[in-house]
């Protein structure tokens, strides 16, 4: 088989094939080697492959039968970004593109050097640079002026040096009187300089107008470089049928940026012509769009539709290109639209959706710390030592689910290594996956920029993604409020303790197993020191143990103490007849072993006094012993003090006056000391008992509490992933927040005065499994009020040091954003000192499907009416709050209307009321707040309520005409259609998708990105007809019939 050019087939023996590609060529044009070929990069075959020239001969075997010929003609080269050792190969024509495999990076690097060498482009670009630099060489002797200022002012080497961006042109084809449906508009940049071709653009134009033509606008920013001396290729294509992946090459036509720039009429006018350059086949008229002044361009005035651009290159403006913006984004798609405003001034919209690499690195950091928790928990429970059987029992839990759950998490964090080694998105295909439990769905950003002659740059945001939910346990037992409640009530009784009194707890346990030892060592050398009738070492050493006393005492003054012992006889009485079951979650506290043998009595109240008598005794058995060393020493010096004896024998006033010292009352110092340490231990051990038992009741009630207390293992993985998720999509809104707003002065005071709030939007329903997930939902969002924020300052501007890390622990995570040095000194002084930045979320819900309207009409909305109802108290809270300490912030003194009209909208509980969801998206951007929209998989119900919003904002803030707000509606429908398409978000097959050839996947992305079958739903139309009446008698009679069958 011949693969040539488009609609051209050459008649070639097969033999002589064969043998030319047994020739030898010279230099770069001659390679061989074993390749993986197809025409479809899941079903690769092995083949041998020679390079001969331009031809790429394809063989069975290294001796085998020839199988095709490639020309390397009109064709680009180029590697796959997911994969090293693959190549694609795609042609002009339109043709499959052939994809190929080697079997090392070095191997691919190889082959792709010696492809695009061969390619006959390649060297007519080479042939042309060849004679640049001839002439230029040649000029460069008889050049002596410069080019006058009609000339674009300036030599040449400043003129190429010098960027042309941001430049917005109109392209539009006439002559093509047989096409009326559709055309496709490829625009490419080449650089004469450097000879490279680049990709810009591509737009769909479903039909043209009356008079026959297509057109589109091509707009580019300023971070695509665009030279003087750049040419622009426009290739125009024919889509034969919406449904078909088919397209036909019409004509193609390049012209030169300088030309554009210095001819004098409204539009330089060029022909398009067909492949061969031969015939003509249209007219491409190519104008320049001023957006100063009154937004007059020299577009047509005719030609008064909107107009547009895809783009599948960087990220767009100054800010958007910062290191910031470069490692939180990626994969990003943007399209700019032109509408006209009430004024009849020309008004510039682009809209980008982008990826986050939050999506996989957030939850990676999630699970690495909750492994990390749970077996630090397991060493902190097995140091408790010897234990009761129920305590032991209760430790056994602790250790039994906290294995369990690392296990499963170590091998989930594995999993998403893997995953996310070339992926930074999870469709919605994939959300019941098991491994990707913890990632957001469709997490995606929609960002809006509007320009108008008045304004530039302004800029609203969007978080979009799938609700938070376990769609991998699924929902037949209902979503984590229901689960909670339940596994709540049937343990109301346990006590439990937050993670700092556990950390006081386990300081004392430290403390009293230092001093303990320390206290009883000096006792013994006290008697010691007394029986050695020393005393001068006896009162150091009665310093150092009444010093060590001391503290002991005051270590045991904690009120912690106090309040377990009160809890542990509590409970003791209250399950005194109950037994410890293991493992399953529902914990009973019976008394303990020791406590028992200790003689503590059920039936009798607990003496609240009981503690504090404990640890005075031991302070008044060590004042005890203090006052007998005293008297010891008071006898010695009275002893001492005694008349001296007249002149005699030396020898017998030593004997004497030892005889005095060592006797006291007929007893020596250590028989008078002795009873009095052996109080002071009894008193000591006995305190040392009672605190250990407290204690250790503390740390294994706090233990408990943040595991087996949190139901099964199955329910706490279900919290840890729901939040997981709405934990990404909300480190991504604030990040934004952040970077949008550092020049904002006020801003800025409000995150460390106030915090950020969070608005969560839900579109889910209240029927069926959806129910479940807004379940699901309620508490990831909540739980989200335990993370706060910190800035700190990066090393450097890497993407990988500007992207946030999470520390802490369950309840109490810290999200640390990292800023680039020159950004991060211009903070104020409490950001920069690391002040915690708190998070308020809040959720809405208003369910809009069909669903809904059963649920409406037959079954419970309560649950959607009680979030809202909470979070409209939430926000009222967090708007008071705002404008008690901000009370000079602009808008701020508008919320109090804002949130009356939000109350009376939930109260009045009308059906698919959204306007619940516009109010409150209003006093979220009042407040500069991060706004979240999803459903179930953030597709059909999140597009249409973002698509909406924009419009919306469009019309009320930048004075959008009602004529063309239907039709902006429409275009930005498209386009969020035709990216979802795109990224895998819909699975709908035979949509074209605007920038992409059909039934092509973008070689930029992902292959796990690509859109996969459809999976199809059904609806029972004639059930949706049947009245609310007729349905209720269904019923009745099935019930009637069921129980006489029964019967």
């Known amino acids: 088989m011949m693969m040539m050019r488009r609609r051209m087939k050459l008649r070639v023996n097969r033999s002589q094939l064969l043998s030319l590609s047994k020739?030898?060529?010279?230099?770069?044009?001659?390679?061989?080697?074993?390749?993986?070929?197809?025409?479809?990069?899941?079903?690769?075959?092995?083949?041998?492959?020679?390079?001969?020239?331009?031809?790429?001969?394809?063989?069975?075997?290294?001796?085998?039968?020839?199988?095709?010929?490639?020309?390397?003609?009109?064709?680009?080269?180029?590697?796959?970004?997911?994969?090293?050792?693959?190549?694609?190969?795609?042609?002009?024509?339109?043709?499959?593109?052939v994809f190929l495999q080697s079997s090392s990076s070095a191997e691919c690097t190889s082959w792709l050097i010696s492809l695009r060498d061969a390619n006959i482009e390649e060297l007519r670009r080479r042939i042309t640079h060849l004679r640049t630099l001839i002439n230029t060489h040649t000029q460069e002797h008889t050049q002596t002026t410069t080019d006058s200022p009609d000339n674009d002012g300036g030599a040449g080497g400043a003129e190429t040096a010098a960027t042309v961006s941001p430049l917005h042109l109109t392209v539009e084809c006439h002559g093509l009187d047989i096409i009326r449906d559709k055309i496709q508009i490829h625009i490419s940049v080449i650089d004469t300089h450097t000879h490279t071709v680049r990709k810009h653009c591509s737009a769909e134009i479903a039909e043209g107008s009356d008079d026959g033509v297509f057109l589109t606008s091509v707009c580019f920013c300023d971070d695509f470089p665009l030279y003087r001396h750049c040419r622009i290729k426009v290739t125009i294509y024919h889509g034969d049928d919406s449904t078909t992946v088919s397209r036909s090459f019409l004509g193609f036509t390049s012209f030169s940026i300088r030309d554009v720039l210095r001819v004098k009429e409204p539009h330089v006018s060029l022909s398009l012509r067909t492949m061969d350059g031969v015939n003509e086949v249209g007219e491409v008229r190519v104008s320049r769009v001023q957006m100063e002044g009154d937004g007059e361009?020299?577009?047509?005035?005719?030609?008064?539709?909107?107009?547009?651009?895809?783009?599948?290159?960087?990220?767009?403006?100054?800010?958007?290109?910062?290191?910031?913006?470069?490692?939180?984004?990626?994969?990003?798609?943007?399209?700019?639209?032109?509408?006209?405003?009430?004024?009849?001034?020309?008004?510039?919209?682009?809209?980008?959706?982008?990826?986050?690499?939050?999506?996989?690195?957030?939850?990676?950091?999630?699970?690495?710390?909750?492994t990390q928790e749970h077996t630090n928990r397991i060493q902190e429970v097995k140091e408790l030592g010897d234990l009761s059987p129920h305590w032991d029992g209760l430790r056994h839990d602790v250790v039994s689910h906290c294995n369990h759950v690392t296990g499963c998490y170590q091998e989930l964090l594995a999993e998403l290594e893997k995953v996310s080694a070339s992926s930074c998105f999870k469709s919605s295909t994939s959300k019941s996956d098991r491994h990707l439990q913890f990632v957001p769905t469709n997490l995606h950003t929609q960002r809006m920029e509007v320009t108008s002659p008045d304004s530039t740059g302004v800029w609203y945001d969007v978080i979009t993604f799938g609700a938070p939910a376990d769609h991998h346990q699924a929902f037949k037992h209902g979503g984590l409020k229901k689960l909670l409640r339940k596994h709540t009530n049937l343990r109301e009784s346990c006590v439990s303790y937050s993670q700092e009194e556990s950390s006081r707890a386990k300081e004392l346990l430290t403390r009293m197993a230092q001093l303990q030892p320390l206290v009883?060592?000096?006792?013994?050398?006290?008697?010691?020191?007394?029986?050695?009738?020393?005393?001068?070492?006896?009162?150091?050493?009665?310093?150092?143990?009444?010093?060590?006393?001391?503290?002991?005492?005051?270590?045991?003054?904690?009120?912690?103490?106090?309040?377990?012992?009160?809890?542990?006889?509590?409970?003791?009485?209250?399950?005194?007849?109950?037994?410890?079951?293991?493992?399953?979650?529902?914990?009973?506290e019976n008394c303990p072993a020791d406590q028992e043998q200790d003689g503590g009595r059920h039936d009798t109240e607990y003496d609240d006094e009981e503690w504090d008598r404990v640890w005075v005794n031991v302070g008044k058995s060590i004042n005890c012993i203090v006052a007998m060393v005293d008297r010891l020493q008071q006898q010695e010096e009275q002893t001492v003090m005694s008349p001296e004896p007249q002149?005699?024998?030396?020898?017998?006033?030593?004997?004497?006056?030892?005889?005095?010292?060592?006797?006291?009352?007929?007893?020596?110092?250590?028989?008078?000391?002795?009873?009095?340490?052996?109080?002071?231990?009894?008193?000591?051990?006995?305190?040392?008992?009672?605190?250990?038992?407290?204690?250790?009741?503390?740390?294994?009630?706090?233990?408990?509490?943040?595991?087996?207390?949190?139901?099964?293992?199955?329910?706490?993985?279900?919290?840890?992933?729901?939040?997981?998720?709405?934990?990404?999509?909300?480190?991504?809104?604030?990040?934004?927040?952040?970077?949008?707003?550092?020049?904002?002065?006020?801003?800025?005071?409000?995150?460390?005065?106030?915090?950020?709030?969070?608005?969560?939007?839900?579109?889910?329903?209240?029927?069926?499994?959806?129910?479940?997930?807004?379940?699901?939902?309620?508490?990831?969002?909540?739980?989200?009020?335990?993370v706060a924020f910190t800035i700190t300052e990066a090393k450097t501007e890497q993407p990988d040091d500007l992207l946030p890390t999470l520390s802490g622990t369950w309840g109490s995570f810290i999200v640390e954003v990292p800023l680039p040095p020159e950004t991060f000194s211009s903070l104020p002084q409490e950001l920069k000192?690391?002040?915690?930045?708190?998070?308020?979320?809040?959720?809405?819900?208003?369910?809009?499907?069909?669903?809904?309207?059963?649920?409406?009409?037959?079954?419970?909305?309560?649950?959607?009416?009680?979030?809202?109802?909470?979070?409209?108290?939430?926000?009222?809270?967090?708007?008071?709050?705002?404008?008690?300490?901000?009370?000079?912030?602009?808008?701020?003194?508008?919320?109090?209307?804002?949130?009356?009209?939000?109350?009376?909208?939930?109260?009045?509980?009308?059906?698919?009321?959204?306007?619940?969801?516009?109010?409150?998206?209003?006093?979220?951007?009042?407040?500069?707040?991060?706004?979240?929209?999803?459903?179930?998989?953030?597709?059909?119900?999140?597009?249409?309520?973002?698509?909406?919003?924009?419009?919306?904002?469009?019309?009320?803030?930048?004075?959008?005409?009602?004529?063309?707000?239907?039709?902006?509606?429409?275009?930005?429908?498209?386009?969020?259609?035709?990216?979802?398409?795109?990224?895998?978000?819909?699975?709908?097959?035979?949509?074209?998708?605007?920038?992409?050839?059909?039934?092509?996947?973008?070689?930029?992305?992902?292959?796990?990105?690509?859109?996969?079958?459809?999976?199809?739903?059904?609806?029972?139309?004639?059930?949706?007809?049947?009245?609310?009446?007729?349905?209720?008698?269904?019923?009745?009679?099935?019930?009637?019939?069921?129980?006489?069958?029964?019967?």
């Open 23 to 97: 020739e030898e060529t010279s230099g770069s044009f001659q390679k061989e080697g074993t390749l993986q070929v197809g025409r479809q990069e899941a079903g690769l075959t092995e083949r041998f492959c020679r390079l001969r020239g331009n031809l790429l001969f394809i063989l069975k075997k290294q001796a085998g039968e020839l199988e095709e010929v490639l020309l390397l003609e009109r064709c680009n080269v180029m590697k796959l970004p997911h994969n090293s050792r693959r190549l694609a190969v795609s042609f002009e024509s339109g043709d499959p593109p």
């Open 520 to 588: 009883f060592g000096l006792a013994e050398e006290l008697l010691s020191v007394a029986q050695e009738l020393n005393a001068a070492r006896l009162r150091q050493v009665l310093g150092s143990l009444t010093e060590q006393t001391e503290q002991f005492v005051h270590a045991l003054k904690e009120e912690l103490v106090k309040c377990a012992l009160l809890e542990i006889h509590n409970q003791c009485i209250a399950n005194a007849n109950s037994s410890h079951v293991h493992s399953n979650g529902l914990l009973c």
């Open 833 to 1047: 000192d690391g002040l915690l930045i708190r998070v308020d979320p809040v959720l809405f819900n208003i369910g809009i499907n069909q669903h809904q309207s059963y649920a409406e009409r037959f079954g419970d909305c309560s649950l959607q009416e009680r979030i809202n109802q909470q979070s409209c108290e939430h926000l009222k809270a967090y708007c008071n709050t705002l404008r008690d300490r901000l009370p000079d912030m602009a808008g701020i003194q508008s919320l109090a209307d804002l949130l009356s009209s939000l109350e009376r909208s939930i109260e009045a509980k009308k059906r698919k009321n959204v306007e619940v969801l516009w109010i409150a998206a209003k006093v979220c951007r009042k407040v500069n707040g991060v706004r979240l929209t999803s459903c179930k998989s953030a597709k059909d119900r999140t597009a249409m309520s973002v698509t909406l919003e924009q419009c919306a904002l469009l019309r009320e803030r930048h004075t959008l005409s009602q004529q063309h707000f239907s039709t902006a509606l429409d275009w930005m429908r498209r386009s969020r259609l035709s990216w979802g398409q795109m990224l895998g978000c819909y699975t709908q097959s035979g949509f074209p998708v605007s920038g992409l050839d059909p039934g092509e996947t973008p070689s930029e992305l992902p292959q796990c990105l690509a859109p996969k079958a459809p999976r199809r739903h059904l609806y029972p139309v004639a059930f949706l007809l049947v009245t609310s009446h007729l349905l209720v008698l269904w019923l009745i009679l099935s019930l009637v019939i069921l129980l006489a069958k029964y019967q």
């Open 297 to 370: 361009s020299q577009t047509p005035s005719e030609h008064k539709c909107s107009t547009l651009c895809d783009s599948i290159h960087g990220s767009v403006h100054d800010k958007d290109n910062s290191p910031m913006m470069r490692a939180l984004l990626c994969a990003q798609v943007s399209k700019v639209n032109r509408f006209k405003t009430e004024d009849q001034r020309w008004l510039l919209v682009r809209e980008q959706m982008s990826e986050t690499p939050l999506s996989f690195s957030l939850p990676k950091q999630l699970l690495s710390l909750l």
């Open 647 to 786: 002149e005699g024998d030396t020898n017998s006033q030593n004997t004497a006056s030892r005889s005095s010292c060592s006797s006291f009352s007929g007893c020596t110092w250590q028989e008078h000391l002795l009873p009095l340490v052996v109080t002071l231990r009894d008193c000591v051990r006995e305190a040392v008992g009672k605190a250990q038992v407290a204690m250790t009741f503390v740390v294994l009630q706090e233990a408990v509490d943040v595991t087996v207390a949190q139901g099964p293992a199955h329910i706490a993985q279900r919290r840890h992933a729901v939040f997981s998720q709405a934990l990404s999509a909300v480190v991504c809104g604030v990040m934004l927040k952040l970077y949008r707003g550092l020049e904002d002065p006020d801003f800025l005071r409000q995150l460390h005065t106030v915090g950020v709030l969070a608005q969560f939007e839900s579109l889910l329903s209240t029927h069926g499994d959806e129910i479940g997930m807004l379940e699901d939902m309620e508490v990831g969002v909540a739980d989200l009020k335990r």
